[in-house]
């Protein structure tokens, strides 16, 4: 169904940015399944990128938006020096509103958390932590090839508790070739128990067979993705998301901002952001990137003008709660047809993915847009 050439805007209403989100690029080793920007890490390198990234923090300047969230992404933002990490925030309270800030995630690595890199960040105003645990099964981290351990994942979740963050998230991968059934349950079990209150599941991606590894099947990602769901809805956490989960209500209030249709601002190395409208992505090349910014020009390199309908039910329909009914109407014919079929179901007030069709998001959303 097409949406209709003038749609009412006001499903999404216009906002100041009340996010930032801070790339990071640099690793000390490249995932081979990850899609992110990244660079080797080199302190010369690290270095020479804060400048420029608190240069277009400068050039972005915003003192009238009330900045609730900021995250910080990567690559892995704890391996840059100390005083780099600093030096970003310092820009950041510089130049934009963020005294009251209610989140500040940073985004690290088992290896990474030693108590006293873990106090450093505390220190200076990260109150939420997502640890790459990936897995607590060391032949997952041999087929990721991961720079840590089980072991390493278990001591980085219980330092993390012992500095005091407010919120301590874990991220893991669903869906390697050879996973099974009882690695999730162990996962899930070995999370619960650390008191962790937030997870991350994501199914891994874009793997093909190469060097003796095997590609994961879509048959089996679904069968351990809806495994996860059913094992993890008899603890205490319970899904909000499409891949994520929380205890308590300690969803990430920074992408719950992205998926609800919130502004954000989007700080380097391809970085994206949505403002007046507007999604845009950052350059992804450092010399375009840093070439822009010696310019003094906000080194955007894509603008899309997207629909706004049509972009509330793309990131609406990832939460479990679903979208507003009276909000789509536009698409309730292909709607009703989605529910007949068992992909979509309803509520009072909205229409939601049917839990165990969550896994094939995509294609539901194909089929509406």
Request: proline share 4%.
């Amino acid at each position: 169904m097409e949406a209709p050439e003038n749609p009412d805007i006001s499903v999404v209403p216009e906002k100041s940015p009340s996010a930032i989100y801070i790339h990071i690029p640099f690793c000390r080793r490249e995932c081979y399944y990850c899609n992110f920007s990244k660079l080797k890490y080199e302190q010369n390198s690290a270095e020479k990128y804060t400048d420029l990234l608190c240069t277009e923090l400068k050039l972005r300047r915003d003192q009238h938006s009330y900045i609730k969230t900021v995250y910080f992404g990567g690559g892995s933002p704890a391996i840059i020096p100390d005083a780099s990490l600093t030096k970003i925030i310092e820009a950041l309270y510089e130049n934009y509103n963020i005294g009251k800030l209610s989140e500040m995630t940073v985004e690290v690595n088992p290896e990474e958390c030693s108590i006293e890199k873990l106090n450093f960040l505390k220190s200076v105003g990260f109150n939420r932590i997502s640890i790459g645990v990936q897995s607590f099964s060391d032949e997952d981290l041999k087929y990721l090839s991961r720079n840590h351990s089980g072991v390493q994942s278990r001591e980085a979740l219980e330092t993390a508790i012992k500095a005091g963050f407010d919120s301590v998230s874990a991220d893991l991968i669903i869906g390697l070739p050879d996973q099974k059934k009882k690695t999730l349950g162990n996962n899930i079990k070995i999370i619960s128990s650390a008191g962790v209150n937030h997870l991350s599941a994501y199914i891994l991606e874009g793997v093909k067979e190469y060097g003796g590894r095997k590609s994961p099947d879509a048959d089996h990602q679904s069968n351990l993705y809806n495994t996860f769901r059913e094992k993890i809805s008899g603890t205490e956490f319970d899904q909000y998301e499409v891949s994520n989960f929380c205890r308590a209500e300690a969803y990430s209030e920074h992408n719950m901002n992205y998926w609800e249709g919130g502004s954000y601002i989007g700080a380097g190395l391809s970085a994206s952001g949505y403002e007046s409208g507007i999604d845009y992505t950052n350059y992804s090349d450092m010399e375009n990137y840093c070439r822009s910014i010696e310019s003094m020009k906000i080194p955007i390199a894509d603008r899309i003008e997207n629909d706004p309908v049509k972009r509330s039910l793309v990131t609406g329909l990832r939460l479990t709660k679903g979208i507003e009914k009276e909000k789509f109407t536009i698409y309730e014919s292909r709607i009703r047809e989605l529910i007949e079929e068992g992909f979509l179901e309803e509520t009072e007030k909205y229409y939601r993915v049917v839990p165990s069709r969550m896994v094939v998001l995509n294609e539901i959303l194909t089929y509406l847009i």
